[in-house]
């Protein structure tokens, strides 16, 4: 399956240390891999028709991403410091999700 990440993705990934780089696009690969297979501990719905995968550990990294034409599109990658995602960060994610699927 095709996917897409967004640069601002690519580019906060890219300045993680190499353990947890690499551990991120684990992730990603799972999400080529199964698409909307994926369920907890690795994807979980957040709303909106947005997903996060979950990279749990020191830090824990969020990727957020939705579905367009049945292609996951990853729109935000960030450090999760406190139990619930920001909201400011989804109404981001949405904000980009809306600009790329239209």
Known sequence: MKIVI???VHTFLDDLDLPMR????????????????LSMPIAKPIGGGLWELRLTG???IRMLYGFCEGIPIVV?????QRSALPQSAIAIARKRFREYCG
């Open 6 to 8: 967004l640069v601002t």
């Open 22 to 37: 690499s551990e991120a696009y684990k992730l990603l690969d799972l999400l080529k891999q199964y698409g909307h297979s």
């Open 58 to 60: 020191r830090p824990q």
């Open 76 to 80: 935000l990658a960030l450090r999760k």
